[in-house]
Every structure is written in C-alpha cells, then in structure tokens.
C-alpha cells in the first residue's frame, strides 16, 4: 500500500455520512480500497452488518467478495466509460435492468436534456474513455450507474470543484439522493463538501488525529475541524 494506515479505530450507524479530510498522501483513498478488498489489513477489522435491520457485524473478509461489492458503490473523480451503447455503460451490460428503470433515473438527476440530445436515445454509442461528454454529464451518467445498483454503501470522491456553477448544483442534488438512508463515505476536497456529513475524520500520515460528530467538532474552538473551517 502507498499509505500505511495505523490507529484507526471508528463506526457508522445505518445511514450515517463520514466526511474524509485530508492533505494528498494522508490516507484517504486507501480507505475506501480497504473497503473494497484491494487489499486487506494485516492487523485489525473491518466489519459490517450482515443485512438490513441486523445489529450482527461480519469481517468483510469472510463474505464472498461479489456480495460484498454488489453493497457498495463508488463515484470517483475518474469517469470509465466503454466503447458501448449509453444502456450498456449506466447497467455495465446488464440486460436483466429494464429501459424503464434507467430513463426514470435519468430523469431524477437531471440528465432529461442531455438524454433529448441523443440521436438514437439509449442505443447511442458512446466513445471509450467519454469523449464527447463534458465532465458533469460523465460525473452524472456515474450516478446514474450507482443508482441503478442500488447499493446501501456508497463512496463519493468529491469532483465537482472543475465543474460549471449549474452542473455541480445538478451534482449536489444527485449526491443529496444518493447519500439519503445510505451510509457514505464522503472524501472531501473542499469543506463545502461536508456540509451533509454526520461525522468528520481527519487524517494525517495514515493516522486518524480527528474524529467526531460533525457539529460538535464545529462547536469545539480546539477542534482541528473548528480551525479547518475558521481558516
């Protein structure tokens, strides 16, 4: 791993939002890549509820590895998209998702206008790598995926600093329905981001030097998350 991450003991409830702060190289991303069994700790836990409305903890180790990623979803700041039709790229082929379901989707976040523009709709190809797509509507079209997943844990890598005022507010809707009675975790670039959050980590050098609920940390004056925000 290129971070080593030591000392890090925490917990969400059901559908609680953690907002992940800091610098480049402090560990955020390998996180999330513990989450999703890039690779496993050598020491330590991480656990979650075996379903819905049960309080039994399991180590994600010992599910098997394709229930444990059809839980969780990601948006990155990198968008993938294949050389494949618009329905292709938001269901990753799968064909068992019906039209109806993904062009309601679509509708919800906003992308009603962008979809007018197809010529032939969801039969339209799109380029590999998303060329002729802007930089919002790639970021939308991976909501869209994450939503037709449906996953009840969900992992925002925060990318809509290099977006146009009308589209991050497309986003910012898009990342309100996402993160509604789901748990989320939440790495953020700008403290703005974190408006949502109900907890806050900090990380530094791969150590957890923060961690609280995200109001009381703001009411604390000797917070780090306190200062964070004064400056």
Request: aromatic share 6%; charged share 25%.
């Amino acid at each position: 791993a290129e971070n080593v991450l030591q000392d890090i003991n925490f917990s969400l409830a059901s559908g609680e939002v953690l907002g992940l702060l800091g610098r480049t190289g402090s560990g955020k991303t390998t996180l999330t890549r513990l989450l999703f069994r890039l690779y496993d700790p050598q020491s330590g836990h991480i656990r979650l509820s075996r379903g819905e409305g049960s309080e039994d903890l399991v180590d994600i180790r010992h599910l098997p590895l394709p229930v444990l990623l059809g839980r969780i979803g990601m948006v990155t700041q990198s968008i993938e998209l294949f050389h494949a039709t618009v329905r292709d790229n938001l269901t990753f082929f799968d064909q068992d998702i019906p039209d109806e379901q993904i062009l309601s989707v679509i509708q919800e976040l906003g992308l009603s206008r962008w979809f007018a523009s197809l010529q032939s709709g969801l039969d339209t190809m799109l380029e590999s790598g998303g060329s002729g797509l802007s930089a919002g509507e790639a970021q939308l079209l991976a909501f869209t995926r994450i939503f037709l997943k449906d996953p009840n844990i969900v992992i925002l890598d925060e990318a809509s600093s290099r977006l146009d005022p009308a589209t991050e507010h497309l986003i910012e809707k898009a990342v309100d329905r996402l993160t509604d009675g789901r748990t989320a975790l939440v790495i953020a670039h700008r403290l703005k981001t974190v408006q949502r959050a109900d907890k806050i980590m900090i990380l530094e050098n791969g150590r957890m030097i923060e961690f609280g609920d995200r109001l009381a940390l703001i009411k604390d004056s000797h917070s780090r998350f306190s200062l964070l925000l004064k400056t």
